[in-house]
Structure formats: C-alpha cells, structure tokens
C-alpha cells in the first residue's frame, strides 16, 4: 500500500511532519533561518529542512533544496548534512515508486549516521530501510532492519520515533493472527507513551488502533463512534491527516472483517480532504471507491467533480511516475563508487608504500635482535639442561639411598618386635611350669611325702612337662615362621580330628579343673592349613579357655561351614573376665594370641575373640575350605 508507506517514512525523517495548512507559514520561517544562517552548517540543515517540507507537494523542489544542501555539505564534509541530504533524496525516488535508488541513498545515510555514530539518526536509517524494502517486497530485509529499529529506538529518552517504529508494527501486523500477543503489546506500550504527548499524531493513531481493539468486546457502532470523534477532533486541531487515517481504518481494516461500514461516505470525507490539501496519493484512492459508486448511481455532478480530479491527477507525477523519462540513477551511483575506490586504493598505495620503507628500515634492526635473542635462549637452554640433567641424578642417587635406609629400617623393627616376643615367650611360658617343677623336687628334699601326694606331684610335673613341650614346639615353629624364606604350603587338614586330638591332649587339665566339654563337631570339615600350625593353634586356644575358666564349667566346641570357609568357635562358662580384659586378650602385644594370629594369618585366616553373654568367653577363627577332600 504506496499510500500508507509514504506517510509513515515521511514521519521518520529528522524533521517533524506538520499539517499541510501550516506549510506556508513554516516554510516562510525556514527561508528566514536560511538568510540568516550564520555558517554552512546551519544553511545545510535550512536547505534540507525546506526540501522535506516540499517533499509531499513539490517534488521538484525539494530535489532542488536537497541537491544545493549536497553540494555544500560535501564540499564542507558535513557528513550529517549529507546524511539528511541522503534521506531527502530517498524520499524523492521513493514518491517516484524508484524504491531500490530510494533504499541505495537510505544506506548512504546509514553509512555517514554510523560513522558519526549518531544512534538516533542511525534508528531513523532503519526505519527508512524497513519501509522501502516493505514497499519494494522485500519482506525478508524489512523485518530485519524492523527488529534492529525497535530494539534502538528504546535507548532514548525522547520516545517519538519509538512511538513510529510502534505505529509500523501495528500497520504491519495488526490484521496477521500469529501476531495478536505482540500486538496487543504494542498497543498498550504506545498508548502508554502517547500519553506523555496528548492530541500529537502518534496520540490519535493508539486512539484509532485502540478503539479497533475494542471491536471484540463492544459494537461496531461504538468503534465506529469513536473513530469518527478522533477524525473531527483532529480537524477541529488542523490535523487533516488524523482524519484521513481514521477514515482509511475504517475503509481497510474494519470493512474486510465483514462489519457494515459505508465505504462511499468515507471515501468521498477522504476526496474532500484531500482536495483541500492538494494530496493526489489520497485523492487516487479516494477515486478507486467513489468514482464507481458515482458511476452506477448516475450521480452527474459527482462524476463531474471526479472527472476533474482525474484530469488534474492525469497531469500530476503521480500517475507519469511510469512514463518520466529514463534516468540512469543507477549508472550515476556506480560512477561515484568507482570515483570513491579509486581514491581509495591510491591512499591505500600510499600507505603500502610507506609501510615498505619502514619495514626496510626496521628490517636488519629486527634481524640482529632476534639473533641476539636466539644465542641468549640457546645458552639459557643449555644451562637448564645441565642443571636438570645433574638435578635428576642426583635425585636418583637419594632415591637408592632413601630405599636402602627404609628397608634397613624396616628389618631392624622386625627384628626388634621378634627378639620382644621370642623373650617374652621365653620369660612367660617357660617360668611358669619350671618353677611347679622345682617346688615339687623342694618338697620332696623335705621328706618323704606318702604315695598320694607323691602320684599327684608326679601328675603335675608330667603336665608341667607337657605344658612346657608343647610350649617349645610353639616357640619353634613360631620362630621358623618369621624366618626369610618360609614358604606355607596349604594341605587338607580335618578340623574336627584335630579338635578331638587336642582336647585328648589336654584331658588332663580338664578332670583338674572339672569341666565338662560339648562339642557339636560333624564330620568332613576339611581346612587348607598347616597341621602342625593349627594343632599348635587348637591346644593354645584352648588351654586359654581351661585357665581362664572357673571350677565345674563347661566348654562348648563348634564347627561351622559358612561358604567357602570353616568357623571353629570355642566357648567358655563361667569366665570372670570383665571388657578391659577382655580388649588385653585380644591386643596385639598379648603375646599368646599374637602366636596363634600369626599362625592363622599365614594359613589365609584370622582370629576372634568375643563375649556374647557374661560370664562367657569365645575363641573363633576362620580358614578356608580345601579344595582337596
């Protein structure tokens, strides 16, 4: 729609569109600012002023004004008033329907604007952008430089041409259904921000696009009220433009939604006004709506009054646009970019030519510094490559030197703790029984004792003896067992044999201390042990449990198979044993268990003891299962 794109890039241009009654007055005043111009650059902005206000009735004039504003501003490089002298020109081949020339200058102007950085005239280029590709079909690019406009526009404190870019996006999308969320926010931003504003021209179109809204919720006769309001209201204020507006929603986007709008009536307002304005776009399409109702009507003084407007419009640019004669715009503008390349690339000639020569100069400079550089990294190179060559040596060499020290070390504690053991052993399990003996033999030197007490000191010094053999035994296999060098090789070994073989071995103790054993031993129990080892192991653990054990107790024997090992669980009752004994018997230095631990650990088992009621005390240790039955 020429029509609507024209108006809306007229309100995006630096100048402030006015009332077409209100151009004589304005345009006196702007020949006043021109005479009394005070340099060149307030007399090119005077020029492009007067050359936007003649854009909508004096084409040829306002191509004038913008030509002579041109010529100044380049040859004084005012780049902004080139930018505007841009714009001015866009504008003239846009009213010419030459869009593509119109965009062409409308990117010299964004050119100039971003190289100024002026943001605001820069949002403005991409309004004017957006419209002439919309206006060209080019609605890919339109949306492009729509979004960039908008999202600028939002920077500045002076809302006006945000409030454009949001009338755009209501004239562009107010009747596409995908589109009615971001519309309806667009409205009530501009409505919001027109308030700051009243009775401007941005005010009347939220009013207008507002009451439109209001189609859903009210009557067509309500909308159509207060559009009407809006029209005269802006008459009443020498705003003919506002009028026309609302008249043109009315005729284009209230009709198609199928409410009964009179087309006629508005169309002939439209005719009548812009007959007084002298605006031929409106006037075109006016016609296209009045002039075939007049005809079927039969209404002659109407046709008479169309029919003249026709001949006026015949005669006006707006319909030769199609038959001007053909003017190589386009020819003109490459010719100016060779112009401007050829300046260019001699500047960039110069200024390869200067390079050349310093970097001939500086060239046998940068050489002998990178020569010196690279003698200085090669020595320092070489220095940290002695220095860490002779610095990992010597870490090496206290690397041996550290290990042959821990290992030493090491052996030396482990001679230390088997010289401990093997002397508390010693001290402990051979003290004991001895000194039985020797008060025995005294007791005897005395006198002759009678034949009982004699056979009971025997008993006791064959028990002492046994004690004190079995003790020895353990001491040597202990003894081998800490030796380097010992390898254990694991062979079937019947728990339960053993067990009743050391309880035999002990039956002596038992019928001292009358205890009564239980034992729930089944049978095929096979271990991989040692046989001597876990002999030694059964006999220690239980004499433990025979001393420990009071008068008339009992001794409860178990074996359990739990997977792929063996449980042996020893019990005791009555024990009077409390926790911290209890927590003695089981710590490492407890010599007597530190035996059978290590014996057990060698065979791949480990030992337990536990409390699991007072007055009790259980020995248990675990072994694997052999595999050879």
Not at 246 to 252: E, S, T
Not at 330 to 359: M, P, T, W
Not at 367 to 391: E, K, M, N, T
């Amino acid at each position: 729609m020429l029509l609507r794109y024209t108006i809306l890039l007229c309100f995006l241009l630096p100048a402030t569109a006015r009332p077409l009654q209100a151009q004589t007055t304005e345009l006196q005043q702007l020949h006043k600012v021109l005479r009394s111009a005070a340099d060149s650059v307030a007399y090119v902005k005077a020029l492009n002023n007067i050359a936007f206000l003649h854009h909508r009735t004096q084409l040829d004039s306002c191509l004038w004004y913008a030509s002579k504003a041109f010529t100044i501003a380049a040859r004084r490089n005012d780049m902004r008033g080139k930018s505007y002298a841009y714009t001015n020109f866009a504008l003239f081949h846009t009213r010419k329907r030459n869009y593509k020339l119109g965009n062409i200058y409308n990117y010299k102007a964004l050119q100039l604007d971003e190289a100024l950085k002026d943001t605001a005239g820069i949002c403005i280029d991409y309004s004017n952008l957006a419209l002439g590709y919309r206006a060209d079909e080019n609605l890919g690019k339109a949306q492009y430089y729509e979004q960039l406009s908008l999202q600028m526009s939002k920077r500045f404190a002076d809302k006006a041409d945000y409030n454009i870019d949001l009338l755009n996006y209501l004239e562009y999308y107010w009747k596409v259904p995908a589109k009615r969320d971001s519309v309806r926010w667009v409205l009530q931003e501009l409505y919001a921000l027109t308030d700051k504003t009243p009775y401007s021209m941005e005010w009347y179109e939220a009013r207008m696009y507002e009451a439109m809204e209001q189609l859903k919720t009210t009557s067509f006769i309500q909308a159509e009220q207060r559009i009407n309001q809006l029209a005269a209201a802006g008459i009443r204020r020498g705003m003919p433009d506002v009028a026309v507006y609302g008249y043109f929603h009315l005729i284009n986007d209230i009709l198609p939604l199928g409410y009964p709008v009179d087309s006629v009536k508005y169309a002939t307002r439209i005719f009548r006004l812009a007959r007084q304005a002298g605006n031929y776009s409106w006037m075109l399409d006016a016609l296209k709506v009045a002039y075939p109702h007049a005809t079927t009507h039969h209404n002659w003084p109407q046709l008479a009054l169309y029919g003249d407007a026709i001949r006026r419009l015949s005669l006006s640019d707006i319909t030769e646009s199609g038959s001007l004669p053909a003017v190589d715009y386009f020819g003109y503008f490459l010719k100016e970019q060779q112009v401007q390349e050829l300046h260019s690339n001699n500047a960039l000639q110069q200024h390869i030519i200067e390079k050349s020569r310093l970097q001939e100069a500086s060239h046998w400079m940068l050489l002998r510094f990178l020569g010196v550089l690279l003698l200085l990294l090669l020595l320092l190179a070489a220095i940290y490559c002695w220095s860490y060559y002779h610095s990992r040596r010597h870490i090496r060499r206290l690397a041996v030197l550290h290990a042959d020290i821990t290992e030493k070390n090491i052996r030396l504690q482990q001679n230390d703790v088997f010289k401990n053991r093997l002397l508390s052993l010693i001290a402990h399990d051979f003290r004991t029984p001895l000194k039985e003996i020797q008060h025995n033999a005294i007791r005897w030197q005395q006198g002759t004792p009678e034949l009982p007490a004699m056979i009971g000191g025997l008993q006791g010094v064959a028990m002492n003896a046994r004690r004190v053999l079995d003790t020895f035994d353990n001491i040597l296999r202990w003894v081998k067992l800490q030796l380097n060098g010992f390898a254990f090789t694991p062979a079937p070994c019947d728990t339960g044999a053993l067990i009743n073989a050391a309880i035999t071995h002990l039956q002596e103790e038992i019928r001292q201390q009358h205890l009564q054993v239980v034992t729930d031993i089944p049978a095929g129990h096979i271990a991989a042990a040692h046989h001597d080892m876990l002999q030694s192991v059964n006999r220690t653990l239980l004499r433990q449990l025979i001393h420990l054990s009071g008068e008339n107790g009992i001794l409860r024997i178990s074996i359990l198979r739990q997977s792929q090992q063996i449980r042996v669980i020893c019990c005791g009752f009555p024990v009077h044993t409390t926790p911290a004994a209890l927590q003695a018997a089981d710590h490492p230095d407890n010599l007597i268990m530190a035996t059978c631990r290590d014996f057990l650990q060698q065979m791949q088992g480990s030992l337990h003891i536990f409390s699991t009621a007072q007055n009790t005390l259980s020995f248990s240790y675990l072994l694997p299962v052999s595999k050879k039955q």
